[in-house]
C-alpha cells in the first residue's frame, strides 16, 4: 500500500517533540514531515496528502485553502476554539487536542478511505464520460422533467449545441422544435412502466435529416426511485436507404421476388409476386403458392438451403386462374454478419412461354418436318431411352428408296415430297406397333421392340416392297422399290452406332444384290466391311509403294487387226490376288481414292498412248475406263484438258469409256462435258450397253463415237436365240446411228463368227488377247 504524506505546520518544534513521545512514527501507511510557520513558504503543498494544522494562523490557513479537503485543523478545546469559525472557512477536517495517537490514527484512516472513494469516483467518472464521448451514438441523461443533464460529443455535434446551452433544456428545445411531444411520452412511458422501450425516430440536426433507432432505459436511484431516463440513438440511416434501395430494386425486378425467415414465413414481396400469384396478402406460406401437397418438399428444400448454405434451383408447375403455369424457382440463403442463416430470398420466374417453346423447338429438332415422323436424333433418342437404358433386344429395319432421284430429275421436288409424304403414312400403317423415323432424305429407320420371329419380319418386309409395287395395295409409288436391311440384337451388348452400322450393311447387300429386296444382317457381312477398311487402309499407300500399274487389252477389227488398247488397274498386292479389280474400285470410288487413283491412270494411259503412236503411222487408241465420280468433279474437263496438254499426247490416239451409272446424276451437264471432250477429238465409248435402264434413248442423246455391248449378251448368244437378236438389234441400231460398235467378252471362234456375219465393228476378249502388262503389249505393236 502507498504511503499518505503528512506536512505537519508547527509554531516551534514543541509541537513535533510531543508528538514524538506520542508514538506517531509508528503509525503504518503514513510519512510525517515538520515544518515552521515561518518556513511554509519553501515547500510543495502539491507533494503532500494532508496538511495538520498545529496552531491557527489565519494568514497561512488563507494560503491553503485552495484544497481545503487536504486540511486538518487542530482544535485546542481548552481554549474554547470551535471547530464552526473554521467551517466557515472551508475547512471540514478536524484533530482535537490534547492529541492522542488513537485518534490521530482514526482521522487519518477515514481520510485515506474518502481519498480513495473520492480517487475511485474520480476515475469512473472520467472513464465514464471517455466512454460516452467515444461511443459512436448519440447517448444522454434526463432528469424526470425530461431535461437534459448530460449528452456526449455525437449528440452535442448533431444538434449543434454545447453542454451549457443543452443542460436544462427539454427535447423541443434542443432540436429547434422538430421533435418534442413524442419524446416526452416515451420518457413517460419507460420511468412509469419502468421498462425499456426501442423505437425508430427521424431527427433533422446539423448532420442533415438522420433515422435513429433509440433505446431508451429507466434510471434508478439508490432508494429504487425513479430519477430519470437514459438514452441511445443508433444512426440507422445508412441502413433504411439500403432497405429503400433494396425494396425499389425488388419493386422493379422483372420477376416474382419474396423473402422468408427460417420459419417459412413470407415476410416481404414485390408486385410481380402478387401478380404471379394472384394474392393480395404480405405474409403467407410458399405452400399456398406451389400447393398444399408440395408441403414437406418445400420443407426439404429450405432445410438444404439453410443448413448446407448453398443455392437451389428447380422447376415446379403450379395451376393459377389463367391456366397452368411453369415456374423455375431460386432459393439462396440470407447470411448475416456471423455467418448464420436468417432467412431465405426467392426468385420465381415463369418460364412457361419459355418451356412451350422449348417443347416446340426439341418436337422440331427431334421430328422430320416434312412428314411428321422422327429423324435422326429422335431415332438415336428413342433407342437409347426405350431400349440401351433397359437393355432390351430390338429388331432394326432399314430402308432406302431406289431410283428416288428419278422422281424429283423428272417430276420435280414437290412431286417427290408428296410421295414421301405418302409413303410415310402408309408406311406407318403397315409397321404400326414399330417405332417409324426418317434419317434422311429417302432413308427410312423402323425399330420394334423385342426380338422379331424371321416370318413376322419377312412378312412386314414383303408388305413394304408390294405396297411401293402396288401389289396386293390401293397405293402404287410409280418408278421407285425399297431396298432393306433388317438387324437383330440386343442394346445392352452393343452400342447403337454398332447396331445402325449393321443395319446399313444389310440395305448396301440389298442394293448390290439388285435392290427391291430385303438382307438380313449377317456376321459375313462385317467381315466384308473390314475387309473393304482394310483394302482401302492399304490403298492410300498402294501409289508410294508403286503397287498401282496398267494392264492393256487389245481390241481388234473382226479380221483380226490390232485397232486400240483398254487400260485397266491392277494391284500388285499378294494379299488381295483374288479379289475382283471391279470391287477395289468400287471401294476407292467409296473413300475418294478414285480421285488421286483416277489421276494416276489418266497420266499412265496417256504417256502409254503418246509412246506408242509417236512414230507409228497406223495409229492405236488408248482408252481409259472414267467414273461417275470423276465426271461429276466441276474440274473434270480442265484437268483432261491439263493432262493433254502437259503430256503432249494427240486427243486423237485417246478414248474415255463411260457407263450409264455416269449418266443418271445430272444427265443434262455430264452431256455438255462429254460434247466439250469429243470436240477436242477424243472417242467416247458407252460401256456395258444394254444394261441399263433405257439405253438406247442415251445412243440419241450423247455424243458418242462407239458403243460396248457387255459381255453377258455376248456369252449368251450361244444359248438363246433371244440373246443373238438382241445383239443384232444393238448393232443394226448403233450403225443407223453412225456409231462403231465393240463386242466384250469375246471368247471363242464361235462367238466370233457369229458377230462377224452381224457386221460388228471391233472385238475384245480372251479370245485374241488377255489384258497385258506394257512390256508384252509393246512386244505386239
Same mark, same amino acid.
Given at each position: 500500500?502507498?504511503?499518505l504524506?503528512?506536512?505537519?505546520l508547527q ?7 510531543k508528538?514524538?513521545?506520542?508514538g +506517531? ?6 510519512s510525517f ?7 511554509y513558504?519553501?515547500i510543495?503543498? %502539491? ?5 495538520i494544522?498545529d ?8 494560503c491553503?485553502?485552495?484544497n481545503?479537503?487536504k486540511?486538518?485543523?487542530?482544535v485546542d ?5 470551535? =471547530? *464552526? ?9 478536524f484533530?482535537?487536542k ?8 482514526l ?8 481519498i480513495?472513494?473520492?480517487?475511485e469516483?474520480?476515475e469512473?467518472?472520467?472513464n465514464?464520460?471517455? +466512454? ?5 451514438y448519440?447517448? &444522454?441523461?434526463?432528469?424526470k422533467? *425530461?431535461?437534459?443533464?448530460? /449528452?456526449?460529443?455525437?449528440f452535442k455535434?448533431? $444538434? ?5 446551452t443543452?443542460?436544462g433544456?427539454g427535447?423541443?428545445?434542443? &432540436?429547434? #422544435?422538430?421533435?418534442?411531444?413524442? $419524446? ?13 422501450i426501442v ?9 442533415g435529416?438522420k433515422?435513429?433507432?433509440i433505446?431508451k ?8 426511485s ?7 440513438a ?6 433504411k436507404n ?7 430494386m425488388l419493386e422493379?425486378? =422483372?420477376?416474382?421476388?419474396?423473402t422468408k425467415?427460417r420459419? #417459412?414465413d413470407?415476410?416481404?414481396?414485390n ?8 394474392f393480395?396478402?404480405?405474409i403467407?406460406?410458399?405452400d399456398e403458392?406451389? #400447393? ?17 448454405k ?13 391456366g397452368?403455369k ?5 432459393k ?5 454478419? *456471423?455467418g448464420e442463416?436468417i ?14 417453346? @422449348?417443347t416446340?423447338?426439341?418436337k422440331m429438332a427431334?421430328t422430320d418436318?416434312?412428314?411428321? +415422323? ?6 438415336y ?14 429388331t432394326?429395319?432399314?430402308m ?6 428419278y ?5 420435280g421436288h414437290?412431286?417427290?415430297? !408428296? ?5 410415310? @403414312?402408309?408406311l406407318?400403317?403397315?409397321c404400326?406397333d ?16 423385342? !426380338? ?9 418386309a414383303?408388305?413394304i416392297?408390294?405396297l411401293?409395287?402396288?401389289?396386293k395395295s ?7 422399290s ?8 440386343n ?8 447396331? +445402325? ?10 442394293k448390290e ?11 459375313d ?5 473390314c ?6 487402309q ?9 503397287e498401282?500399274e496398267?494392264?492393256?487389252q487389245?481390241?481388234y477389227t473382226a ?6 488398247? @483398254? ?5 500388285n498386292?499378294?494379299?488381295y490376288?483374288?479379289? =475382283?479389280?471391279i470391287?477395289i474400285i468400287?471401294i476407292?470410288?467409296k473413300?475418294?481414292?478414285?480421285? %488421286? ?5 489418266i497420266r ?7 509412246e ?9 487408241? /488408248?482408252s481409259v475406263n472414267?467414273s461417275a465420280?470423276q465426271?461429276?468433279?466441276?474440274k473434270?474437263?480442265?484437268?483432261i484438258?491439263k ?5 503432249? /499426247?494427240?486427243p486423237?490416239?485417246i ?17 455438255? !462435258?462429254i460434247?466439250?471432250?469429243k ?14 435402264y ?9 455424243p458418242l463415237t462407239?458403243?460396248?455391248i457387255?459381255?453377258?449378251f455376248? &456369252? #449368251?448368244?450361244? @444359248? ?6 438382241l445383239?443384232?438389234?444393238c ?6 446411228l453412225n ?5 466384250e467378252?469375246?471368247e471363242?471362234?464361235?462367238?466370233l ?18 489384258p497385258?502388262?506394257?512390256n508384252?503389249?509393246?512386244t505386239?505393236?
Amino acid at each position: 500500500m502507498k504511503k499518505l504524506k503528512i506536512l505537519i505546520l508547527q509554531e516551534n518544534e514543541t509541537t513535533e517533540q510531543k508528538m514524538s513521545e506520542l508514538g +506517531l512514527f509508528l503509525l503504518k501507511g503514513y510519512s510525517f514531515e515538520f515544518i515552521t510557520f515561518s518556513n511554509y513558504l519553501k515547500i510543495n503543498l %502539491e507533494d503532500f496528502d494532508f496538511i495538520i494544522f498545529d496552531t491557527y494562523n489565519e494568514y497561512v490557513l488563507e494560503c491553503f485553502k485552495i484544497n481545503p479537503e487536504k486540511l486538518i485543523i487542530s482544535v485546542d478545546i481548552l481554549k474554547e476554539e470551535r =471547530p *464552526s469559525d473554521y467551517i466557515k472557512k472551508g475547512v471540514v477536517n478536524f484533530l482535537l487536542k490534547p492529541y492522542s495517537l488513537k485518534e490521530i490514527r482514526l482521522t487519518l484512516e477515514k481520510l485515506r478511505e474518502s481519498i480513495t472513494i473520492k480517487t475511485e469516483a474520480d476515475e469512473n467518472k472520467r472513464n465514464f464520460f471517455t +466512454l460516452l464521448d467515444n461511443i459512436p451514438y448519440m447517448a &444522454w441523461f434526463k432528469n424526470k422533467n *425530461s431535461e437534459y443533464m448530460i /449528452v456526449n460529443n455525437e449528440f452535442k455535434e448533431h $444538434c449543434g449545441k454545447d453542454i451549457d446551452t443543452i443542460k436544462g433544456k427539454g427535447d423541443h428545445f434542443v &432540436w429547434n #422544435g422538430m421533435i418534442g411531444e413524442n $419524446c416526452r411520452l416515451y420518457d413517460l412511458q419507460v420511468m412509469n412502466e419502468r421498462k425499456q422501450i426501442v423505437f425508430d425516430e427521424v431527427i433533422p440536426g446539423k448532420k442533415g435529416y438522420k433515422h435513429f433507432n433509440i433505446y431508451k432505459v429507466p434510471v434508478v436511484g439508490i432508494d429504487n426511485s425513479i430519477i430519470g431516463t437514459m438514452g441511445i440513438a443508433r444512426d440507422i440511416t445508412d441502413l433504411k436507404n439500403k432497405d429503400v434501395k433494396f425494396d425499389i430494386m425488388l419493386e422493379n425486378m =422483372p420477376f416474382a421476388v419474396f423473402t422468408k425467415n427460417r420459419e #417459412g414465413d413470407i415476410i416481404k414481396s414485390n408486385s410481380a409476386f402478387f401478380k404471379l400469384t394472384g394474392f393480395d396478402r404480405s405474409i403467407i406460406k410458399e405452400d399456398e403458392l406451389l #400447393g398444399k401437397e408440395d408441403t414437406e418438399n418445400i420443407l426439404q428444400e429450405d432445410k438444404d438451403v439453410i443448413f448446407n448454405k448453398k443455392s437451389i434451383q428447380l422447376v415446379k408447375i403450379i395451376t393459377t386462374k389463367d391456366g397452368e403455369k411453369v415456374l423455375e424457382v431460386h432459393k439462396s440463403p440470407i447470411i448475416d454478419i *456471423s455467418g448464420e442463416v436468417i432467412g431465405i430470398i426467392c426468385t420465381i420466374r415463369d418460364i412457361t412461354d419459355m418451356k412451350n417453346q @422449348e417443347t416446340k423447338i426439341r418436337k422440331m429438332a427431334y421430328t422430320d418436318s416434312l412428314t411428321g +415422323l422422327a429423324n435422326r436424333r429422335g431415332l438415336y433418342s428413342y433407342i437409347d431411352s426405350e431400349l440401351v437404358s433397359k437393355n432390351l433386344d430390338a429388331t432394326i429395319m432399314f430402308m432406302d428408296l431406289d431410283n428416288f432421284k428419278y422422281l424429283n430429275d423428272n417430276f420435280g421436288h414437290l412431286y417427290g415430297d !408428296k410421295v414421301l409424304i405418302d409413303f410415310s @403414312e402408309e408406311l406407318q400403317k403397315v409397321c404400326k406397333d414399330g417405332f417409324v423415323s426418317r434419317i434422311g432424305g429417302d432413308e427410312f429407320v423402323i425399330v420394334w421392340k423385342g !426380338k422379331m420371329s424371321d416370318i413376322i419380319i419377312i412378312e412386314i418386309a414383303e408388305r413394304i416392297l408390294n405396297l411401293l409395287t402396288g401389289k396386293k395395295s390401293k397405293v402404287k409409288f410409280t418408278k421407285i422399290s425399297a431396298s432393306i436391311g433388317i438387324v437383330m440384337g440386343n442394346t445392352a451388348e452393343e452400342s447403337t452406332d454398332s447396331f +445402325l452400322t449393321k443395319g446399313d450393311l444389310a440395305l448396301y447387300k440389298a442394293k448390290e444384290q439388285g435392290k427391291n429386296q430385303y438382307v438380313f444382317y449377317n456376321s459375313d457381312l462385317d467381315k466384308k466391311r473390314c475387309l473393304d477398311e482394310e483394302i482401302d487402309q492399304d490403298l492410300r499407300n498402294a501409289l508410294e509403294k508403286e503397287e498401282l500399274e496398267l494392264y492393256y487389252q487389245p481390241q481388234y477389227t473382226a479380221d483380226k487387226k490390232l485397232f486400240g488398247l @483398254e487400260a485397266l488397274l491392277r494391284w500388285n498386292n499378294e494379299k488381295y490376288r483374288n479379289i =475382283p479389280i471391279i470391287d477395289i474400285i468400287n471401294i476407292m470410288e467409296k473413300s475418294l481414292l478414285i480421285d %488421286e487413283i483416277g489421276d494416276f491412270i489418266i497420266r499412265s494411259a496417256f504417256n502409254f498412248s503418246k509412246e506408242i503412236n509417236e512414230n507409228r503411222k497406223e495409229k492405236i487408241l /488408248v482408252s481409259v475406263n472414267i467414273s461417275a465420280l470423276q465426271i461429276m468433279k466441276n474440274k473434270f474437263v480442265k484437268n483432261i484438258k491439263k493432262q493433254i496438254n502437259e503430256i503432249g /499426247v494427240d486427243p486423237k490416239n485417246i478414248g474415255l469409256e463411260i457407263t450409264e451409272t455416269v449418266l443418271l446424276q445430272n444427265i443434262e451437264e455430264n452431256i455438255l !462435258k462429254i460434247k466439250e471432250l469429243k470436240d477436242m477429238g477424243l472417242e467416247i465409248s458407252l460401256d456395258d450397253f444394254g444394261t441399263g435402264y433405257s439405253s438406247f434413248s442415251y445412243l440419241v442423246k450423247l455424243p458418242l463415237t462407239n458403243i460396248k455391248i457387255d459381255k453377258s449378251f455376248i &456369252w #449368251g448368244m450361244k @444359248e438363246a436365240e433371244e440373246y443373238r437378236t438382241l445383239v443384232r438389234l444393238c448393232i443394226d441400231t448403233a450403225h443407223a446411228l453412225n456409231l462403231k460398235v465393240v463386242g466384250e467378252g469375246v471368247e471363242t471362234e464361235e462367238e466370233l463368227e457369229i458377230l462377224k456375219n452381224m457386221k460388228i465393228d471391233y472385238i475384245q476378249g480372251y479370245l485374241f488377247s488377255r489384258p497385258l502388262p506394257k512390256n508384252e503389249i509393246l512386244t505386239i505393236i
